[in-house]
């Protein structure tokens, strides 16, 4: 028989009321976004066009501790705080002597951690007087979470799905549907931006990048419509904190404290979430906890691609970013992690990479289902194929610990369960689950011609 | 904006530690099961070919509480207790005076309120030695939850879904495999009972009854496998009241009692759990409170069968029940509430209903469907197609109490989530979800020729 599982929960009281920001104690500064047509720092005033005034507040300050409005803090009560499971039965099928715990952020309506965002961005438009959001998803996970926000805020929302996951996800579509929201593939012919697509590749399988665009193009047509990101952005970031600020305060009920912190790294938001609480105790306290970021080998920008200014949509309608990218007209492989088919890392994790303050690696997917598939048997739930990537990378560093002889506390980021992603699981059982692994050739390729300043 | 939502939580200390059996406070004993050679009543010893004795003992015991073992007691606490929340959302859709509460079981690793059983059924025959389980699955909730409880114990599982469950919910098999379980869809040709329904009729969707006498017949070929069921029986209703004993403490937080507990019924198992310790509460301390179950149109076994002796599957392995049922031959409409495609009702609640304990109503599935939408509109959470039922029940008795201008405290069990069953809710967009309702002649055709005693 297996070892008994333990759960560390916290009160509702216990739960963190205030979001942290990592800009306050970056020891180098995030670089501004720059106007791409002057090329100099745009002014927080430009992006009242896309997003309301307070999350554009929260973009650039550096403020250290932002407080939840209770309008937000009603909602996450619903799900919040999250638990943090010690994966006793995981440890035991690994014969590790390693500690392993997961923080979980599936168990909300959503599945996902997304939904600590889509509240927050939800209610502040609301309060703004905005009527109506539009925004992008990959997998639709933060699809789902945006609707259910936008529909119990009182607020419309249309929603461009990339279409390859439109199609191999087809439950995540009527889910959105069903709180409310309109769905459209993309690229569509609905935008500007999506006909340019589907002009030069009838076929295109979409990315985050051309959604993003189809998404801010219908956004700045009207006033009372704003856009919403739900990963990448300093805001975004900011409200995921949740996570690891829970987590901190749940390790200090354990006799254990992480040498290791692990994320999946779509746009960073997750990793960013559960890691910037734990990096400001490596900062400020003398910590030393290791912070690892997983992408894919299919999307591999914080491990090879070139830090420096780009896009963040495929039409170039965003501000210029500091970031790692693969350059934003790079399309991703079909990956069933949607929502790690992104181009470039957020603003604030790349400075952190360059700056060696965390660390990243990348993972081919059939290896990631393996582990998933295992956290499964052993644990129980089903992990979202983005979150098999912080499994993944958990499963790597305890047969290193293993292999050194030197037990390590390991605590990753279960991000989101798989029960709308079953196809992919079908699919690695039929062992129809290709690896694909970008070549230096197609990243040179992607980011040539990319002249931005670096 | 919406009002708040209120949750309310047991910490792990609060949780009970023993279940409570109605057997002992039932004014009328539920009457003996009987062998069908004989038409006597039978000796539990004859079960042991089926069950562990543990399990026997509990089918027949009159003690009123049956402690939890700390195994058992160790895996609950990974899920449970489980929250109540106050519907705030959907009384202010409603526009209703009346209190809307439900209890919700879908949050752990299995979706369903199934896991309360699986957990104790698989610790038992563990603790006496058994290798192997055999066990039918409808919808695959029950399935899901065996498969990862028997995986965790060291127990190998073979799962006879139902035919149109299988084809239906693609999802739910992968998933079963994932815990490593087997899944054959049912009928099938591993056994006499599939075999023999599949000469007469090769497209039957098949039925509960047809999977568990296909089970059953494995199981007794073995010394060291025994069958598992996942509803109707006294020690899987034992072990599913931990919902109502958690729902009593819950309430008692509240400055409210509920006037009705609703549950949906497919063999009684969720119903019973949140209802029994409740009806205890009307029993013996003078309480009032309506206890409703709410079953399909098309398998109205409650409200339109008969009480009498009858097999508890299609081909007459299992001892004679007293039961409301609608014949054991019975194959109800394919209505996509799966677990609720049974033909009886366990013991317990069909001398309750008889002794005018409980009440019962059917509903058609288009207009459950169209509560499931509501509620996950405003309260977040897809429902599974069978908890859509009791949704049903509670809105028909909140607009009742609106009419009659006298305000209700209404608190449902919400069963499980709806997301395996994604293509039911697009059925019901796309207008492609037919109702059934099991007429008077078909109900006497379905019961006829058995001449059991009543």
Redesign the interface.
Known sequence: ??K??S?I?L??KEMPRQWYNIAADMPNKPLPPLDPATRQPIKPEALAAVFPMELIKQEVTTERYIDIPD?VL??Y??YRPSPI?RAY?LEKALGTKSKIYYKYEG???S?SHKANTAIAQAYYN?KEGIKRITTETGAGQWGCAMS?AC????LELLVFMVKVSYNQK??RK??M????ARVIPSPSNLTDAGRKVLESNPDSPGSLGIAISEAMEIAVQDPYTKYALGSVLNHVILHQTIIGQEALIQMSKTDDYPDVVIGCLGGGSNFSGIAFPFLRENLVNGKKTRLLAVEPSSCPKLTKGKFMYDFGDSSGFTPLLPMYTLGHNYIPAKIHAGGLRYHGAGTLISQLKKDGLVEAKAKMQRECFEGA?LF??TE???PAPESSYAIAGALDETRKADIEGTPKTILFNLSG?G??D??A??KY?ENNLPDHEMTDEEIATAISGLDFPD
Chains 1, 2 share one sequence.
């Open positions: 028989m297996m008994k599982i759960k929960l009160s509702e309008e009603e909602l009560k619903t499971f039965n168990g909300n309506y599945g609301k259910y529909n119990y805020f009182g087809p439950g009527i889910m549907n069903s709180y409310n598939i499964a048997k129980g739930i089903l369960h029960h709308f079953i196809s699981y079908e059982y």
